[in-house]
């Protein structure tokens, strides 16, 4: 496995204090922290850090990670010394912060895995199983559609001696039609196992729509650019545009300036109500890169010579 | 692919902006005690439906809301009021960059 370096992770010399750990904590977590920050690997580093406070955070955990001395560099491959917990008792217990089932191999193979393992053991204790949660991504075009998704959930396991494996569990999930950013779904009974008689908890997902490379989400509205030539604009057309379920034809209206937008009432998410679809036009100008076209530009600055494009502005023309 | 075949196909309850949450149901969502929930509605970060906690129901924006309370809370050592003022300000970020989105600048 690999070695990690909690120092490196938290931006701090090997003899920092136990302040200055909590401070770099404090501001790093802030930074990372996955429901404030938008840093692409967010999530991922605020676990990093998460783990690496853990051990610094303790002296005993800590005194016991130095002793693996200063020369293991982050990546390593490693492999704890057979004696190394010797004169160290880890109290277990469970962690604080970030979700101490999701710490790396590498602490685990230092410090155990937090306090789960008790709690086969208690046959007479009963209590419903937490809820988890998950989000899931999907496409705009399946909230018009409806689809399947698979969610693959990592579930940790306790055998009868106490030690905890991870296993993958998959789950094939309805996504209805017209499900919304920010909606969940809700599988009762698929969260974690109750303990004892109790109940399993349920599954929470969390649905977020994929960045689309054309289209703008809004609640249930959908929003589309559409570029239209300047006769088009000017003079009316009937143009074709993409929807997320299937092209349409659509009537420009004469004397279109750029940026109106053209509502499509009930073409936005499927639902009661039903969204709208914003067709926001754009002028897209032909490039003046022949002669005749040049000559066509000229002679159409001589034609609206009383137009003037800044008369907004004041500035005279 | 043919792995995915075997699995059962699971439809669950889709939450929106109807409430569909009790207090209990939306304690354990967040791994929260009812306390913690009675003092997020007093500070105002969300406000069920209902007149009184045993009748009080949640959205699903309520259940976003409460585990981002109790996450910034546990993570980031802060009080009520502080993850009060944060969840206000990423409501506000929010908003910003979802007019960004919708202008095409985002």
């Known amino acids: 496995m690999e070695f990690k370096d909690y120092y490196q992770t938290m931006g701090l010399k090997r003899d920092a204090t136990q302040d200055e750990i909590k401070r770099a904590y404090r501001i790093l977590a802030r930074k990372y922290h996955p429901d404030v920050s938008k840093v692409a690997d967010a999530e991922s580093r605020f676990k990093e850090l998460g783990e690496a406070y853990e051990v610094l955070k303790d002296p005993e955990k800590r005194a016991a990670y130095d002793q693996l001395g200063a020369n293991w560099k982050a990546g390593q491959d490693f492999r704890p010394p057979p004696d190394w917990k010797e004169g160290f008792e880890f109290s277990g217990g469970d962690s604080g912060g970030g979700n101490a089932a999701d710490f790396s191999d590498f602490f685990e193979s230092l410090y155990g895995r937090g306090s789960r393992s008790g709690a086969g053991r208690h046959a007479s204790f009963h209590a419903q199983g937490e809820d988890r949660h998950a989000t899931v991504l999907i496409d705009l075009e399946d909230a018009y559609t409806g689809t399947t998704r698979t969610i693959t959930l990592r579930v940790p396991e306790v055998d009868a001696e106490g030690h905890v494996s991870v296993r993958e569990h998959g789950l094939n999930v309805t996504i209805p039609r017209g499900i919304r950013a920010g909606q969940h779904i809700r599988l009762a009974g698929q969260g974690a196992p109750g303990i004892g008689q109790g109940k399993p908890g349920d599954l929470y997902l969390e649905v977020e729509f994929r960045p689309h490379a054309r289209y703008r989400v809004d609640g249930r509205d959908v929003y589309l650019d559409l570029p239209i030539a300047p006769w088009e604009a000017a003079m009316g057309a009937a143009v074709k545009a993409p929807t997320p379920n299937g092209i349409l034809e659509l009537k420009v209206p004469a004397d279109s300036a750029a940026g109106r937008k053209l509502r499509l009432k009930g073409r936005g998410i499927p639902g009661t109500p039903p969204g709208d679809l914003y067709v926001v036009l754009q002028i897209a100008l032909p490039p003046a890169d022949t002669d005749a076209a040049k000559a066509f530009y000229r002679s159409m600055g001589e034609q609206f010579k009383s137009f003037d494009a800044r008369a907004k502005l004041g500035v005279g023309t | ?106």
């Open chain 2, 1 to 106: 692919m043919r792995s995915e075949m075997r699995l059962p196909q699971l439809a669950g309850i889709v939450l929106d902006e109807r409430a569909e949450l009790t207090l209990a149901e939306l304690c354990r969502a967040c791994a929260a005690q009812a306390e913690l929930i009675e003092e997020l509605v007093g500070e105002g970060v969300i406000e069920p439906i209902g007149p009184e906690p045993a009748r009080w129901r949640f959205t699903a924006v309520h259940l976003r809301r409460a585990r981002v309370a109790v996450r910034l809370q546990r993570d980031l050592g802060l009080n009520l009021a502080g993850a009060a003022l944060a969840l206000q300000l990423l409501d506000e970020l929010e908003a910003l960059r979802a007019q960004l989105r919708v202008s095409g600048r985002g």
